[in-house]
């Protein structure tokens, strides 16, 4: 079992910055972490995502902008946010898969932080 928690989120201006913080419960060294946002009546979309060995991927929509990076030793995965936009408003979301391949994908998600990007 791995909690995660979020934590960073908050309310800013457009063209502000925010980093977000994902705190796990344990050892994250074998698992492939991500962030995904969800704004309400939206489905929930990937943002960013870095694997175990620190390959990352953007969603096209924040590349440019957003850096995803993780700590194995803190056990802690970062999503930086640069130019933030109103669009970008939205619950954000970490996420953890074990890189192992078992019968059932390993998975887990955190509760969620707020982000509120003003005009």
């Known amino acids: 079992q791995l909690n995660l928690v979020e934590s960073g989120g908050g309310v800013v201006h457009a063209e502000g910055s925010l980093r977000l913080s994902c705190l796990a419960s344990?050892?994250?060294?074998?698992?492939?972490m991500a962030w995904y946002r969800q704004a309400p009546g939206k489905e929930r979309e990937l943002v960013a995502s870095?694997?175990?060995?620190?390959?990352?991927n953007y969603a096209a929509s924040v590349k440019g902008r957003f850096t995803v990076s993780r700590d194995n030793a803190k056990n802690t995965a970062y999503l930086e946010m640069n130019a933030l936009r109103p669009e970008d408003t939205s619950t954000y979301y970490c996420?953890?898969?074990?890189?192992?391949?078992?019968?059932?994908?390993?998975?887990?998600w955190g509760q969620g932080t707020q982000v509120t990007v003003s005009s």
């Open positions: 344990g050892n994250i060294g074998d698992y492939n």
């Open positions: 996420y953890a898969r074990l890189v192992a391949v078992t019968l059932r994908p390993i998975e887990y």
């Open positions: 870095i694997t175990n060995s620190g390959k990352t």
